[in-house]
Each structure stands twice: as C-alpha cells, then as structure tokens.
C-alpha cells in the first residue's frame, strides 16, 4: 500500500519492545529501500545479518540494495552468499544473473 510512514512507526515500535527482533529490524530495512533511503535501509539490514547470518532473505534483500547502489561487487558476494544457503531459491539466482548484466559479463549471468 506504499504506506511507508505507517509501516515504519510499527516496525520501530516492535524494534523498541525487542532491540533483538531480527525479521522486523530486516523489514524495516526493507521499507527504507522501497523509500530509496538506502543508507537507512543497509544499517538495518546489516544489523538483522548480525543477529542472523543465515537469513537468505536478507541477505539477497541487502544485495538488491547494493545494486540500487551500483555496489555491484557487494550485491554479487549477498546474492552469492543466499544461494549457499538456500539452493533451491531460483530467485537469488536471477538476482544474481540481472547483477551480472548491469556489470556487462554476460557470461557469470548465464552461470
């Protein structure tokens, strides 16, 4: 609904009842990069991979920013990183693949 304001009051308040609530700390960071407050939304996504390194879906979430960014090197390590730990999801890869091809190397996207 692109009611960013709203889902960020929320999203504070749960942060502020549990410091420690990785997934809305993560979808904070989320909001932030649907904002294009991409700075905001790397610190939250950074802190939500500090108290889950496993989160696939952050990490892929986190790549996707970089890209925004231009951050190309830094996307491909996240999106890389998610596929090892989630194989079986086609969209890191295609993340990945899209990365590639803004670089220009054609041929790590078709890998």
């Not at 802190?47 to 496993?54: C, F, Q, Y």
């Not at 879906?57 to 390590?77: F, I, N, Q």
């Amino acid at each position: 609904m692109e009611r960013y304001d709203d889902a960020l009051a929320d999203f504070n308040r749960a942060i502020e009842l549990d410091p420690g609530y990785d997934w809305a700390i993560a979808h904070r960071g989320e909001a932030y990069r649907a904002m294009e407050r991409y700075d905001d939304a790397l610190a939250d996504f950074n802190r939500a991979i500090e108290l889950d390194p496993s989160d696939a879906w952050v990490l892929a979430r986190r790549g996707e920013t970089y890209c925004a960014m231009e951050r190309y090197d830094d996307a491909l390590a996240d999106f890389n990183r998610a596929i090892e730990l989630d194989p079986g999801n086609h969209d890191y890869a295609t993340l990945r693949a899209e990365t590639y091809r803004l670089r220009g190397k054609t041929e790590g996207a078709l890998s």
